[in-house]
């Protein structure tokens, strides 16, 4: 999937926009390939992959594209 980020925090999380869809997908810092936490911004592209958690949908495999 492709997406934007929406919102990053500084506990090492944020969402991600997915357009065409409602609603945001949480992602975790320990989820990015090829890019550390602080090298996003608010309005990167990224491509991600889904995956259940406890809590819900969550995204993995976050590259910045």
Known sequence: ME?????????GFGFITVEGQSGDTF??????VNVTY??????DKVSFDIEESEKGPRAVNVTRI
């Open 27 to 32: 992602f975790h810092s320990s989820s990015l």
């Open 38 to 43: 602080d090298e996003l911004n608010v309005d």
């Open 3 to 11: 997406g934007t980020i929406k919102t990053l925090t500084d506990k």
